[in-house]
């Protein structure tokens, strides 16, 4: 018995039973991971997935995966556009905000409707914000400053801080550990049942085979055009199935023969076979990260600021993304933090940036007297991109005049050492790209190894902290980008981008770091 009849016995199902279906309804069949039958018409799509979601509660676990599928089930008060500006989602506008930051009112949308009919209302916001805080690690920094609170109406939201939390809508808005507005009544831990208000709703999961979402009739899309994931959201498929497919060159398999619709994280050296296939199209998300360098400012060479910053102008950046990712399509060499129309870009202090400058260097070198002691850097080949800029960072140093020794250890050893200043002078890693500077990277906190801790970056955070003008806080970012590179406590050395790849007749895709199906359809 081959395979097919196997799967399609224990289905209950024939040869003849699949010939009827496939001949009546006129349809393509695919067998996709879990070897479910799946009948592939126009308006359904089976979506190739990393693997399977540690869990459906978009509170319970920070994993991208997890929002990506249940941000199309839950919306949140606020959301992201294509330039990652916060825009009210089922908020009615931007909250009204007091002068001193303290005070937040927010109007919630009208007739909106939960997948159980009822419509939504304040107490489900405040039921689903006090769930956020007490359950996820963003919820729980932003809970530490909420005074109260408390419904003006039906539809009204107040929101009283002790003190200013100028990120408040941004750590709303983000969809990881996302403060998901939910049904008050589908509120249990863990969740039993996924009540949202999204233009899906929730159906079966079989763990290991797939998450299924089918289109709300009910769905009250907002009226402006779609941005980002702002503006009007619309559901052209009638059916989405996220198919767990944990290994890559499979997804990639998938996509060219057509069983999946979409195929999500592929590796880059896969971009020359997709984009030679005429029945796919591959797909960039730019940026989706950023590698970066954590020096130990504590003890040892790099806690002279001098030395920091020559080590600063020895490194050719544009040389390391090119080791890591092979092809300048997919990485770009930026001196700015945050790209263009973002409200954080600027490009404030980047004239240290990407210099591979040995003579000048070496200069800094020899005033700040440095004794030859080798630079510890520590790296991974479980990030093979992470190993491969550590060998061209060698070479930059050695050229400037620095005695270098390479600690190649795998990721969980890695993660240990780091929090021992007596270990390395320099350590690799990366993150995804986030739209607010205090998510990321965690040494402009307080205490992240690196153990960076100067009067001039506490007096610039403080003022960048202290404002909640969105457009005043882009100006303070600068001065604190400014300070990153003059004191040097870690170097970003630029953006790298994702690859994952649509059927060529899927429409409506917009590329963003997570990647969204509404207002996208099947010719």
């Keep these: 018995m081959s395979d097919l009849d196997r799967e399609l016995s224990r289905q209950g199902w024939s040869r003849r039973d699949l010939a009827k279906f496939i001949a009546g309804a006129g349809m393509l069949v695919t067998l996709p991971a879990g070897n479910r039958v799946f009948a592939q018409g126009a308006k359904s799509a089976n979506l190739a997935m990393i693997g399977e979601p540690q869990s459906l509660d978009p509170m319970a676990s920070t994993a991208d995966l997890v929002s990506t599928i249940m941000m199309h089930v839950y919306e949140s008060l606020y959301t992201f556009d294509k330039d990652l500006n916060a825009q009210p989602m089922l908020a009615v506008a931007m909250p009204k905000v007091s002068a001193d930051g303290k005070l937040y009112e927010i109007e919630i949308r009208k007739g909106v409707k939960l997948h159980n009919g009822r419509e939504l209302d304040v107490e489900d916001v405040i039921a689903s914000l006090k769930r956020w805080i007490e359950m996820t690690p963003r919820g729980k920094s932003v809970g530490a400053s909420v005074d109260k609170m408390e419904a003006k109406g039906t539809h009204g939201l107040i929101i009283a801080l002790k003190n200013p939390v100028p990120a408040l809508l941004t750590h709303m808005a983000l969809p990881s550990g996302y403060a998901a507005i939910m049904a008050k009544e589908s509120i249990a831990n863990p969740l039993v049942s996924f009540i949202g208000t999204g233009p899906y709703k929730f159906v079966e999961r079989k763990p ?15 009226s402006e055009p779609a941005n980002g994931y702002a503006g009007k959201r619309e559901a052209k498929i009638a059916e989405l199935r996220f198919i767990p497919v944990p290994n890559a060159n ?24 997709i984009a030679a296939t005429s029945s796919v199209k591959p797909v960039l998300v730019m940026p989706y990260g950023f590698p970066y360098f954590v020096l130990n400012t504590k003890q040892g060479p790099f806690a002279d600021k001098k030395i920091r910053q020559a080590y600063q102008l020895a490194l050719n950046d544009t040389e390391m993304m090119m080791a890591a990712f092979g092809d300048d399509k997919f990485f770009k060499a930026t001196a700015a933090h945050f790209p263009k129309g973002s409200p954080f870009h600027s490009e404030a202090g980047g004239a240290v940036y990407n210099k591979g400058d040995a003579a000048a260097a070496k200069k800094l070198l020899a005033e700040a007297k440095y004794d030859g002691s080798p630079i510890r850097i520590l790296n991974s080949k479980q990030y093979e991109f992470h190993n491969r800029m550590a060998l061209v960072m060698a070479e930059n140093l050695k050229e400037a005049g620095f005695k270098v020794q390479l600690d190649v250890v795998d990721w969980a050893t890695l993660v240990q050492r780091r929090a021992d200043p007596a270990v390395y002078d320099v350590y690799v890693t990366h993150s995804t790209f986030l739209p607010e500077p205090m998510l990321s990277p965690p040494q402009l906190g307080d205490g992240a190894p690196g153990w960076w801790d100067t009067p001039t970056k506490k007096a610039a955070l403080a003022a960048f902290n202290a404002e909640s003008d969105p457009v005043k806080r882009g100006a303070l970012w600068g001065k604190v980008q400014e300070i990153i590179y003059d004191e040097v406590p870690y170097i970003r050395v630029g953006d790298f981008a994702a690859l994952c790849a649509t059927s060529a007749k899927m429409t409506g895709f917009v590329p963003m770091p997570s990647p969204a199906f509404w207002n996208v359809d099947l010719a």
């Design 250 to 273: 499979t997804r990639v398999e998938g996509i060219v023969a057509g069983q999946y619709q979409f195929a999500d994280q592929l590796p880059v050296e896969s971009y020359k076979r």
């Design 208 to 222: 290991d085979q797939y998450v299924i979402l089918t289109k709300f009739d009910d769905y009250a899309a907002r």
